[in-house]
């Protein structure tokens, strides 16, 4: 009996990761976008907790193993966006709503920018989840307000980072930019490696990445503003950016 | 008989009233961008579209019952303005994105190919050609913050080639080699060239026997018409690091003694026509003014580029008149007909708005730009950008900008002849509406 479960799972390897109505596993197939129709794969489990996450990949748009964000999954039902990426100012997030039919199926469909695409994607293998980057805790010489300037396009911009640690968590930071008008830059990874900090934006395509200095007590290094990069210099200035 | 009877309907459609106000880029040598008659208030109807099979980038000039314009397909079209059928087409050897100058039965516009053309207006037959020192588009390093930052890449949104204008016997043009042009209308002779620091392909106006016109240089250029000499030069904005905010893609318009051009440092200048003096400046903070503004009734009428706002200033003092909000890019010029002005915009729409209020009276959609393919267009006919620029790296801004321009973008300054207007689209159609 043993054996004869092995083989079949062996032949029909979808009921090794849960075929029926459960969501996990890797599901593939095409978003309908006219005239560009988009292959997608979407990894959905559970994690320790019982918690469903999941994540995404989206060929030929430059996304690979993306955290699905607002993941709900209630029967077979399955609702998630993929957050900050080709969010539109005025529509909001790249979305999907999809329900498992009878036949295997996750049907449903994809909003972006106020447009709708069908969705139809089958159950391929088993989930890989990519896990998402995750910020660190900072040295406790670096938590700290940090101010420095750098030139941009003849006009001097003024820098303001401060770091914070949290008992047990990561660490967060404010970024502020100000040059013509006040950039209070949104951050969603902190992360010390080795002997670089580094504070960035995944939407806005904007961080800092540096060194700490314990001679000179700077952070050395560079703002990347996606478009370009300009050498910076921080210094410790206590407080918090106003 | 059949050979007769179409040398008869050519004969018929070249014999109709001439209207000189028309046959050139922008209505007139000073690139006033007014043309005479009425535009359609209401639309109600597409009269007849002229598919070529490639982009169209350039704009309809207007003669003797004759549409003239350039296709990128390297051709130069005559059309018949009644029913929109081909009179003949003359290929070039790249795409014509410049609009051509009709004027004493010649058409005059110059090709990608890095050549100047002369052709018959009633035949297309080549009257003369010239070749100039090639023509490129503007390049630069980290150009709009693409990336490999150490690579030289042309610009996407460099899609003109300079319009001719005509004055004292001479016609003269902008070059991708740097140069402005003064050739004899008649024989193709160069008469003089006057070089520049970069590509010139904003078109220059003609007034008061000089010619007008801005480089990639970041100057803006008077140059005595006769000579070829300097009379003054104006510093636009530079931009050292992404190149982004420098270059004159305008071209200007000149209105009783005074030069208006936009420029990509987002500024919409007034320049005094003799001294070359400042008299004002409308900032846009960042968006480009590329397209040439209409000037009329002591108003300056224009478009920008990322904050997609059509503006009405002041001609006399640069204050705002006017602010209305669109939904995407504006490289095209406005033209005015009465009290309506007509404006392309790069999502496939013309618009057609009141000259005093700004207020929209009516708007068309392009073919591919209600097709929408690759949601290009979010569902309220913004661009997407979020979906196309996903990436700063090689070729993706690249392949953006080529499908963003797939939505029927109207880069083309519409004409009005007769209550019909006219304009050429990306999706390949020269449409006339009315």
């Given at each position: 009996m043993h054996r004869t479960i092995i083989a079949l799972l062996l032949c029909f390897p979808m009921l090794a990761y849960g075929a029926g109505n459960s969501p996990e596993g890797r599901w593939e197939g095409p978003?309908?976008?006219?005239g560009n129709e988009v292959q997608v794969v979407i990894d959905l489990a559970r994690d320790g907790t019982g918690a469903w996450t999941g994540s995404i990949i989206l060929q030929g748009l430059g996304v690979k193993g993306a955290p699905l964000a607002n993941l709900a999954v209630n029967d077979g039902d399955i609702a998630f966006d993929v957050g900050d990426r080709f969010r539109s100012p005025t529509h909001g997030a790249m979305a999907f709503a999809a329900h498992l039919t009878a036949a295997g199926v996750m049907a449903g469909a994809m909003r972006q920018g106020g447009n709708v695409a069908k969705l139809d994607l089958k159950r391929t293998a088993p989930a890989q989840v990519e896990p998402a980057p995750r910020s660190t805790a900072v040295g406790r010489d670096l938590a700290d307000q940090w101010t420095g300037e750098f030139e941009l396009g003849g006009y001097p911009r003024h820098v303001t980072i401060a770091l914070e640690n949290h008992a047990g968590a990561a660490a967060t930071a404010r970024f502020v930019i100000v040059g013509k008008q006040t950039n209070d830059i949104p951050v969603d990874l902190v992360t010390e490696d080795g002997n670089f900090l580094r504070v960035e934006s995944l939407a806005n395509h904007i961080a800092f990445e540096g060194r700490y200095d314990k001679a000179s007590g700077e952070l050395r290094g560079i703002v990347d503003l996606g478009f370009a990069e300009r050498p910076l210099v921080l210094r410790r200035s206590g407080g918090r950016p106003s | 008989m059949k050979r007769t009877c179409g040398v008869l309907a050519l004969a018929a459609v070249f014999a109709t009233g001439a209207a000189d106000a028309q046959s050139t880029f922008r209505g007139d040598a000073a690139h006033a961008g007014a043309y005479p008659g009425e535009g359609p208030r209401q639309f109600h109807r597409v009269k007849w579209k002229f598919p070529t099979g490639h982009r169209i980038v350039s704009s309809p000039v207007y003669a003797n019952g004759a549409i003239y314009f350039g296709g990128d397909d390297g051709n130069v079209y005559a059309v018949?303005?009644?029913?929109?059928?081909?009179l003949w087409k003359r290929s070039t050897g790249g795409p014509v994105a410049a609009t051509p100058t009709v004027a004493d039965g010649a058409v005059y516009v110059g090709s990608y190919d890095g050549k100047f053309y002369a052709l018959d207006a009633r035949t297309g037959a080549l009257r003369w050609k010239i070749a100039t020192g090639g023509e490129r588009r503007f390049e630069a390093k980290g150009l709009h913050g693409m990336q490999p930052k150490n690579q030289t890449i042309a610009d996407p949104f460099d899609v003109y080639l300079s319009s001719p204008v005509l004055g004292g016997g001479s016609v003269y043009f902008g070059s991708g080699d740097g140069n402005v042009y003064a050739v004899d209308?008649?024989?193709?002779?160069?008469k003089w060239k006057f070089a520049t620091g970069d590509v010139v392909h904003a078109s220059p106006a003609y007034a008061d026997g000089a010619v007008f016109v801005g480089s990639w240089d970041s100057y803006f250029y008077a140059i005595d018409a006769a000579s070829g000499k300097e009379k003054w030069r104006f510093h636009g904005g530079e931009d050292p690091v992404i190149h982004n905010q420098v270059g004159f893609q305008s071209s200007p318009a000149v209105v009783n003694g005074v030069v208006y051009t936009g420029c990509r440092d987002s500024n919409l200048y007034a320049i005094d026509a003799v001294t070359g003096k400042e008299r004002w400046r409308y900032n846009n903070?960042?968006?480009?003014?590329i397209g040439s503004p209409a000037v009329i009734q002591g108003k300056v009428i224009f478009g920008t580029s990322d904050s997609s706002l059509y503006l009405v200033v002041d001609a006399v003092t640069g204050k705002e008149i006017v602010r209305q909000q669109g939904k995407a890019y504006v490289f095209g010029s406005p033209s005015v007909a009465g009290k309506t002005v007509f404006v392309g915009v790069l999502n496939g729409t013309l618009e057609a708005r009141d000259?005093?209020?700004?207020?929209?009276?009516w708007e068309y959609y392009t073919e591919a730009s209600k097709r929408n393919d690759g949601w290009v267009l979010t569902a309220d006919r913004q661009f997407n950008g979020p979906l196309l620029f996903w990436s700063s790296w090689r070729e993706v801004p690249i392949v953006a900008t080529d499908r963003q321009f797939g939505v029927g973008s109207i880069f083309s300054s519409p004409l009005i002849v007769d209550g019909v207007v006219y304009f050429g689209s990306t999706d390949g159609n020269l449409y006339a509406l009315e």
């Open positions: 978003i309908a976008i006219p | 018949d303005a009644a029913d929109g059928h081909q209308a008649t024989t193709g002779e160069v903070n960042g968006s480009w003014v000259l005093d209020t700004g207020n929209l009276l």
